[in-house]
């Protein structure tokens, strides 16, 4: 089962997102944060009481290289 949940100040939360499933009988809830760096909203995913919770995106070579594309994309020149 899947839940998503933004990490914004407005709820469900990430934490609301894990109870539910946890109330649906699931044990092993796994928090995926789909943020580019550590700080503030990755804190409160990592808080959010999963069993499991990913890395920030940014920290992947993938990303960087994307990044990269898509910038030598819009500017007409080459990364």
């Not at 998503?4 to 092993?28: F, I, M, Q, Y």
């Not at 796994?30 to 909203?41: E, K, N, T």
């Not at 959010?48 to 910038?71: E, I, N």
Request: aromatic share 4%; proline share 8%; with cysteine.
């Amino acid at each position: 089962m899947v839940l998503t949940r933004g990490p914004k100040a407005s709820t469900p939360t990430p934490a609301d997102a894990v109870e539910a499933l946890r109330a649906a009988g699931h044990h092993r809830v796994a928090v995926a944060r789909f943020l580019m760096a550590p700080g503030h909203f990755a804190r409160r995913a990592a808080r959010a009481g999963g069993c499991l919770t990913s890395a920030p995106l940014g920290a992947h070579p993938d990303v960087a290289r994307l990044v990269l594309k898509r910038f030598a994309e819009a500017s007409g020149g080459t990364a």
